[in-house]
Structures are given as structure tokens and as C-alpha cells.
């Protein structure tokens, strides 16, 4: 890289500034083939519960213009497996990993956390406060600002690292929230999560999705995530992590225009398993044609 | 491995109708197993996630499959003309049993466009010495040309609901279907491949069944595709698309 790529998230130092969403990317493995996982800045793993969860029923997935509807519920195998059989797999790429945790109740994801903390190359938990897809907790955390102020408190004193929260889109004031969650103790916010949708197929009349509503993601809720980013990095002084549609360096730049310290790439990942190790040299190439010598010159200049 | 290439179409001809057979070229494609399949991604971004499609044949330099445009993004790919190029992304996903002893007598079900994963599951078959025979529930037939693939390699039976031509019947109640195997593998709609692990369960004879669930990574990443089993949640794309019947809790 030409270009100072580097950036920071409070103590959280990263070599660029783009990521992959939780949810998006399994565990980093399934994406080897596709790209140097050393090329990210880090990687967010799959939603962690404290027990196994099996997920929603199928159908989990449907199309919508430029973009899709998940219902996926947090399927996962629980903390206790990723520590026992994922987390000694990373070896040198530990460094890169970010874990969500997510819960039903506080004092699970304080558990997850308590359980994570001795892993001690693990930098950074993302605090998934805002998952639409799960009937208890989950989203219902995320859309008040006492519900998102206590579980990130709770936490915050069980995690000795750097704690991001990942904020939800479906509130009244995102802003509100980002402030609250930075009162009690959160050291970045991520946002958005998926917009909560519905479809319904005409010809079968019935909902697309198992759970009738689900998340939506992908290039169609850009414009949204831009511009909460833009309000919640103008509100907190903490940093802010902007995800939402990003499909090119072109649209991580904008949301580092807007604010971000750094970006996910999402839904992307399941169109082009390549793009998110590709984007961080893209980014360097329009720097370097934009006489750009450090990336986060751009950060908020909007 | 897994890789993304560009390739570009060969051929594309209508076999039979709604059934596109298309040949796509590149270089070092990467080698591929019976029963795994493709994303190809939709031109002109006719719709934002890649189709999955089951290989029909492959060598290191051409891959062949076979297409029903069914929704907007495979219309868009049998759309694409000699000349033009696809992204695609393989091999994916787990096939079918390949080993067998020798003299083992195997039947290939297919239903529909279920049946083209079914012809490199037969190449391999028979090189292996593997009788494998071929039961195909079909609505519409396909050109003599492409018939003839399966026809030089195995005996064929052909059956159709309105009896227009072949057997008339379902598939469980072809002769054929009634003899006895020591693996059934098929690909197809969901209630024939239900209905034709059951008859072979009844009858103690293993089956294996290409799902083919809604996906989006194609990779076992986004969780969307997953089929319930005796072990839980499975991915299609990863763990299968073929699974054993007896896993199966359909």
C-alpha cells in the first residue's frame, strides 16, 4: 500500500480500515480460498450465544431489489465450541478477529463475555444488540436507550478489552442510542444492522420468510446506513464503524466521508467472495489518483 | 479449492423445452466431483445474488450445465450469447458416493432438469465398473442429441405423468424401479425424491438426494440454505447438496 491505510478505534489499531459483517463471513475459514484474510483489517465472526442454537426454521432467505431478507436467528454452536474448536485454528490471524455476542437475557451475553476474556489475542467483541431475527433479546436490547445503556454496561465490566456495540437501524433516534451505549461504556459503535422487511409471494400467499419478517441488508439500504453514520459521528465522540450495502471502495470511502473509522463489507461476501480482500487496494489506488497520502484524512469531512 | 473465474459461452443450446445446455470455457478450472455444483452470477445484474446450478460435466478447460430459466436471474444466464462471459464461482458443495465395488448395481433417478447432474455421476460410474442404470421422470423430452449422452453409457427409462411418451407413471412405478440395487441416487423435486427414499428405505436400500434449497453464499457462511437433519441445521451448499436419505428427516 502507497497510502497510510491505518486506522484506529480508540486502542484498537488496525493495518486498514475495511472488515467483514458478523453473519456474513462464517468464520473467516470458509472465505480462504478468496483472499489473504491478512488483507482485512479484521474480521467479524459469526453471532456467538452462550448455548448452541439451532436458528430459525427454513425458509431464511429471500431476494428483494438490490438486496435480500434474512431470518436466520443466530444459528450457531455456542461460545464453548468456538473456544474449544475455532478460536486454535487462527494461529498468526488471531489479531483479526472480532467476536459477536449475542444473548436473550444480560446476563448471558456478560457469560459470553466472561468466557471469551482469557482469550487474549482476541482484541474486540462486537456487542450484537440489534439482531431482528430472534424472539427474545437480541433487537429488543438495541431500541431503547435504557435496554442498550444496561446490557453494554453489564458487559463493559466483564470485558477487558475493546468493547464495540452494533447498533440497530429500527429506533427513532439511532443517535440517542450511539449516546447512551457511549455513556455506559462502549469504546466504538457499528452500525447499521439489517433494516427490519417483509415480503410476501403472491401466487403461494404466504410470507417469503419462516418468521414472516426479517433483516434486510445489501446495496438497497445504503443511503440509510450513510446517513446514520454521518448523524451518529457527528453525535459521539467515540468511533464509528459504518456498514450497510458497501459493494466497492467507492461506497467504503463514502462512509468513511461520512464518518467512519472504518467500514464491513456484508452482503457483498455472498455476492463476490472475493471483493471485501480486494476492496483495501482499491481504496489505496483511488487514494493515490485522489493525490490522498492518508486515508483518514477523508474521515468525516462531510 | 475454490475458485472465481470468468468464462465464457461456447454454447448455449435449447435441448429440450425450458432447458438450456450450456458450455462454458476458461483455463485451470479447478477439478470438480459428481453432484457438486456452481454460482454463476446473473448478468447485467439482473438480480443481486449468484444462482446456484448443478454441473452437468467438467473438464479442466470447459464446464457444462444445464439451465431451466426459471426466475430473473437464470433467464438472464441462459440470455447470455456464444462470446459472452459469466463469473462463476466452483467447485461447491459435496456429491454423490463415487466408490463402489466392482459389479455394484446403481440407479439414477432423476426428475426434470434434476437429471443433469445425474450424467457425470454416470460417466464416473461406469469407468469405475459400476452397472448403473437410469430412471428419468420427465414432462417434456429432450432432443435425440442429448438423449444420446446418457443412452450411450447405460440402459435409459424414461417415465412421464401423461404417458405422452415412455412409461406412463410416476417413477416408483416403473419395472425398473422394482429391481434391486445397492445404491439409488437421484436429483429432482423434493416430493418424487420423498417418495423414492421411502421405497428404498422399505426395501433396505441406501439412497442418496440432491437438495437444492434457496442460498446466497454458496459457501456455508450465511446459514440461509440449511436443511433440517438427524444432526440439526445442515448447510445444502456446504454439507450437500447430497446427503444420505437416512439423514434426512423430510
Known sequence: ?302 | MKKQLLLTVSSNRVVAPGWHHMVLEGTDLPPVTPGQFVEVAAPHGATLLNRPISIFDATATTLELVIAPVGDGTKAICDAKVGDSLRVIMPLGKGFTTEFPVGSKVLLVGGGVGIAPLYMQLCTLIDAGVKAEVLFGLRSRPDAEFCKQYEALAPIHICTDDGSFGHHGLVTSHPAFGQHYDMIQMCGPKPMMRAVAASAAERGIPAEASLENMMACGLGACLCCVEPTEKGNLCVCKDGPVFNTSLLTW
Not at chain 1, 433487537?139 to 465490566?157: K, L, P
Not at chain 1, 490522498?292 to 462531510?302: A, C, F, Q
Open chain 1, 1 to 302: 500500500m502507497v497510502t497510510d491505510m491505518s486506522t484506529q478505534l480508540g486502542d484498537l489499531v488496525l493495518s486498514n480500515p475495511v472488515m467483514t459483517a458478523s453473519g456474513t463471513f462464517g468464520y473467516g475459514f470458509e472465505y480462504e480460498d478468496f483472499m489473504a484474510l491478512d488483507n482485512l483489517g479484521a474480521f467479524i465472526v459469526k453471532g456467538t450465544t452462550l448455548e448452541p442454537r439451532q436458528g430459525n426454521d427454513y425458509p431464511r432467505m429471500a431476494q428483494t431489489p438490490a438486496g435480500m431478507l434474512n431470518a436466520v436467528g443466530l444459528q450457531n454452536p455456542g461460545v464453548e465450541h468456538f473456544i474449544e474448536h475455532t478460536w486454535p485454528r487462527y494461529g498468526a490471524l488471531e489479531s483479526k478477529v472480532i467476536v459477536n455476542v449475542s444473548g436473550a437475557k444480560i446476563e448471558d451475553y456478560v457469560r459470553v463475555a466472561e468466557l471469551l476474556a482469557p482469550l487474549e489475542g482476541l482484541r474486540a467483541i462486537e456487542l450484537n444488540i440489534s439482531c431482528p431475527n430472534v424472539k427474545q433479546g437480541g433487537m429488543a436490547f438495541g431500541t431503547t436507550c435504557d435496554g442498550a445503556a444496561s446490557v453494554t454496561r453489564a458487559v463493559r465490566d466483564a470485558w477487558p478489552r475493546h468493547l464495540m456495540v452494533k447498533l440497530s437501524p429500527n429506533v427513532t433516534s439511532i443517535t440517542d442510542i450511539a449516546l447512551a451505549v457511549e455513556g455506559a461504556g462502549a469504546d466504538s459503535v457499528s452500525l447499521i444492522n439489517t433494516l427490519m422487511g417483509m415480503a410476501i409471494d403472491i401466487e403461494r400467499r404466504r410470507p417469503m420468510l419462516s418468521t414472516v419478517t426479517g433483516g434486510m441488508s445489501g446495496p438497497a439500504v445504503k443511503p440509510v446506513a450513510v446517513r446514520m453514520v454521518w448523524q451518529v459521528a457527528k453525535a459521539v465522540k467515540i468511533p464509528v464503524v459504518g456498514l450497510g450495502g458497501i459493494a466497492s471502495a467507492a461506497d467504503a470511502i463514502e462512509f468513511i466521508m461520512a464518518g467512519a473509522s472504518a467500514v464491513q463489507i456484508g452482503t457483498y461476501n455472498f455476492v463476490d467472495p472475493s471483493a471485501a480482500g480486494r476492496i483495501p487496494a482499491e481504496i489505496d489506488s483511488w487514494c493515490q489518483a485522489h493525490g490522498v497520502s492518508r486515508l483518514m484524512e477523508l474521515k468525516g469531512i462531510i
